[in-house]
């Protein structure tokens, strides 16, 4: 029997150190934008009710528009705000010259739809892709605003050096926040692409024949060792709360003895949603500007 080492051996796909340098690269671009033009890419966020997850999420987004320079512009409203004055709220923001990208956190209090909201959002300024039109961009290949996560996932593996082309990837999520927009993405790369969910019959079945799995289940410790072939590509996107209550992704630990490469929660795909989330909004202000 084979005894596998204790060292971790698969390598890092790490997301602090890439958004941190992509960061960079915005922050001069943006300066460049305010010496040119007079003025800066601006992002409303808009938060209802009082989860806390979604307040430490708002923070790290408005963190990292500052960071760069982006203007950003907060607006927190009670859990108990109607659809209707939400969706006006939007509206209002829609006709806003200085605003250049809408986000509204997920998820919306009990009894709120969620479609009607996120569709009420102008496409010009829907920077977490989550409008059916900015949706269907992506599906024809324009990824000019592209879906956070799903593209998040995607630059993470370009930075490896990890072609998807002809390669059989295996996403185990059907939302259309995550898994659907990045089928899409991943077969404008030529990837092979299978979309598992909870009504996946033979689970392991696709996994263990996958180069490269993405996982977004929210089920601690899903993927083992025994889940995947040896020197598959593995990227975490779960995120769910253990037995003993701390915070993990998807991924067991054992997988990094077997992987290729892995993701890290934290430290992998969440610092890239963000980074990609703040791109978008610079790239709306181009194109309001006439510069895209």
Sequence with gaps: MRCRSSVKRAQTLDGRALAKRREERLRNEVEALRAKHGKVPGLAVVLVG???????????????????????????????????????????????ADINGILVQLPLPEGMSKGRVLQSISPDKDVDAFHAESMGHALIGDESLAPCTPYGVLLLLDEAGIDVAGRDVVVINHSNLIGKPLAALLMNRNATVTVCHKGTKDLLHHTRNADILVTATGVPGLINAAAIKEGAVVVDVGLGRAKDGTLKGD????????ASWVSPVPGGVGPMTISVLVE?????????MGLA
């Excluded at 806390?52 to 907060?74: F, L, T």
């Excluded at 991924?251 to 077997?258: L, M, P």
């Design 50 to 96: 009082n989860d806390p997850a979604s307040h430490v999420y708002v923070s790290r987004k408005q963190q990292a528009c500052r960071r760069v320079g982006v203007m950003d512009r907060e607006y927190r409203l009670p859990a108990d705000t109607s659809e209707d004055a939400l969706v006006g709220l939007i509206a209002k923001l829609n006709r806003d």
């Design 251 to 258: 991924v067991a630990d054992d997988v990094w003895e077997k």
């Design 280 to 288: 978008n909004t610079v790239r709306s202000f181009r194109r309001k």
